[in-house]
């Protein structure tokens, strides 16, 4: 009977702290173990698991926004001008272009859907932040769009 008791008491002392750990506050910032590479995305939305590789991460909300961030190695020597050209391959129609020392931002349509890219593009690494998200809803997701892509910082740049 004592034993039993202590079992007990040891199995529910186990499931009280599993439970403490899954119900981890997300606050919305995410720095990537892997890569290196922050971004802060609204506490509200959800997180796929990390892929096996540890690259990247999936953030997304209930209205059809998707954010995924990742980050990869350089190993075909891509320049900025050689990704931007690539990437615009990907929308149906380029709105916006941007560009910086070491990034770009693109954004446009890609069927139903609003598609923004921001890269950085380092001789040794690349970092891709992608936000897409229903057209017909681009008056709420702009202001967003805007705080994500300032906060999305690559790790080293090498």
Same mark, same amino acid.
């Given at each position: 009977?004592?034993?039993?008791?202590?079992?007990?008491?040891?199995?529910?002392?186990?499931?009280?702290?599993?439970?403490?750990?899954?119900?981890?506050?997300? /606050? *919305?910032?995410?720095?990537?173990? &892997?890569? $290196?590479? !922050?971004? #802060? @995305?609204?506490? =509200?939305?959800?997180?796929?698991? +990390?892929?096996?590789?540890? /690259? *990247?991460?999936?953030?997304?909300? &209930?209205? $059809?926004? !998707?954010? #995924? @961030?990742?980050? =990869?190695?350089?190993?075909?020597? +891509?320049?900025?001008?050689?990704?931007?050209?690539?990437?615009?391959?990907?929308?149906?129609?380029?709105?916006?272009?941007?560009?910086?020392?070491?990034?770009?931002?693109?954004?446009?349509?890609?069927?139903?859907?609003?598609?923004?890219?921001?890269?950085?593009?380092?001789?040794?690494?690349?970092?891709?932040?992608?936000?897409?998200?229903?057209?017909?809803?681009?008056?709420?997701?702009?202001?967003?769009?805007?705080?994500?892509?300032?906060?999305?910082?690559?790790?080293?740049?090498?």
């Amino acid at each position: 009977m004592r034993r039993t008791s202590l079992l007990f008491v040891v199995l529910a002392l186990v499931t009280l702290l599993f439970a403490a750990r899954v119900e981890a506050v997300w /606050d *919305g910032s995410y720095v990537n173990g &892997r890569f $290196g590479w !922050s971004v #802060t @995305v609204p506490a =509200e939305f959800g997180m796929d698991p +990390a892929p096996d590789n540890d /690259d *990247g991460r999936r953030f997304y909300d &209930r209205d $059809g926004c !998707s954010i #995924t @961030v990742w980050g =990869e190695h350089n190993v075909l020597e +891509a320049t900025l001008e050689s990704a931007m050209e690539e990437e615009e391959g990907n929308f149906d129609s380029v709105a916006s272009r941007k560009k910086g020392d070491e990034w770009f931002i693109l954004s446009g349509d890609k069927g139903e859907n609003t598609l923004c890219v921001k890269r950085y593009v380092g001789e040794g690494a690349i970092y891709t932040l992608q936000m897409e998200y229903p057209s017909e809803l681009r008056e709420h997701y702009d202001p967003l769009v805007a705080e994500v892509l300032q906060s999305f910082s690559p790790g080293g740049m090498q």
